[in-house]
């Protein structure tokens, strides 16, 4: 399976939601770009994006957001604690296809891209300080 990050540096909240939302972060932008390009697109445009804060106990049970092939998701990690839930991925037709998985700990400042179709959760949360933004990318 294919995921992809990047550790980059940690800004205040309202300027992470303002850069992601309204002006990509170049190392986040160039980050984008530079996967879109190992496969063969040359743009890509921000399709959605939200913000989730995750309290104990509380996750996100497993789910895809497209099933395009020039779609991708990804994940940005604002605020999280050592003990932050962590992003499972799974194999593409998970679960009736399941050949393992592969856990991302998140990590303050990683931004995790991956294919849209692919299933993904994130655990059960065990302290309050997950937060991150999420969105959908489209590449061209």
Known sequence: SFVATVDISYNTFI?????????PREDVKDF??????SL??????LAHTWIQQYNVGENHRVHIHSVY????????????????AHTVFYNFGYPYIDHGSHKVKPAKGRCVL???????????????????????????
């Open 69 to 84: 092939p020039n779609d991708y998701s990804f994940v940005y990690y604002i605020d999280c604690g050592d003990t932050s």
């Open 15 to 23: 300027n992470v939601v303002d850069t992601i939302i309204n002006n």
């Open 114 to 140: 991956f294919p849209g179709a692919m299933p993904h959760e994130a655990q059960s949360n065990t302290d309050n300080t997950r937060l991150v933004v999420s969105g959908n990318v489209s590449f061209s």
């Open 40 to 45: 063969g697109y040359k743009e890509f445009a």
């Open 32 to 37: 984008f770009i530079e996967v879109g390009k």
